[in-house]
């Protein structure tokens, strides 16, 4: 199974971005899937979930400013990111709690690479 995840770069403040994040491999079955990120010199964090269903729950820190969306069908999530500031620069990963048809019915977590979002005021 791999994530790969796409669409950071360098942007300015109020700006937007939209990261991809596509599951590939042998997947039975994708329960949540999530983005967290990372700045220099901190812990990764968990910025929003959104379960197979399509309920999203947010950090409070992206609250009303981010939203994630779910193509189930294309085992792919999404983050647009608007009205971006500077402490929202980070490495972004994108996450996945995957069933491989040979994992006899247990879930784990799978990453993404990372990528790269600065934004400059």
Do not use: H
């Not at 959104?50 to 189930?72: E, L």
């Not at 647009?80 to 620069?89: G, I, R």
């Not at 972004?92 to 690479?113: E, F, K, M, P, V």
């Amino acid at each position: 199974v791999q994530l790969q995840a796409s669409g950071g770069g360098l942007v300015q403040r109020g700006g937007s971005l939209r990261l991809s994040c596509a599951a590939s491999g042998s997947i039975d079955s994708i329960r949540n899937m999530g983005w967290y990120r990372q700045a220099p010199g901190k812990q990764r964090e968990l910025i929003v979930t959104i379960t197979s269903s399509g309920t999203s729950n947010y950090a409070d820190s992206v609250k009303g400013r981010f939203t994630i969306s779910r193509d189930n069908a294309k085992k792919s999530v999404y983050l647009q990111m608007n009205s971006l500031k500077p402490e929202d620069t980070a490495v972004y990963y994108c996450n996945a709690n995957i069933r491989t048809y040979y994992s006899t019915g247990t879930y784990r977590d799978y990453w993404g690479q990372g990528t790269q979002v600065t934004v400059s005021s």
